[in-house]
């Protein structure tokens, strides 16, 4: 997985930072939300971090 991709255009997230707020503890969507900025301007990344967090746990 390519940890350099922006999973969120308007605030500039990259996944990494999903990654580390993840490991930092946030554990609900609303979480890395706060912690990363990620969803809280469109919205639409919303789907994207959610799969992204699915691929997560799985790995
Ligand atoms: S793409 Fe993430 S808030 Fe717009």
Redesign the pocket.
């Known amino acids: 997985m390519n940890l350099d991709k922006v999973?969120?255009?308007?605030?500039k997230?990259k996944r990494k930072a999903i990654v580390k707020a993840i490991a930092k503890g946030a554990t609900s969507l609303k979480a890395i939300e706060k912690q990363t900025g990620?969803?809280?301007?469109?919205?639409?990344?919303?789907k994207d971090v959610k799969k992204l967090i699915k691929r997560l746990e799985e790995a």
């Not at 990620?38 to 919303?46: E, L, T, V």
């Open positions: 999973i969120c255009p308007c605030k997230v990620a969803i809280s301007k469109c919205g639409k990344c919303k």
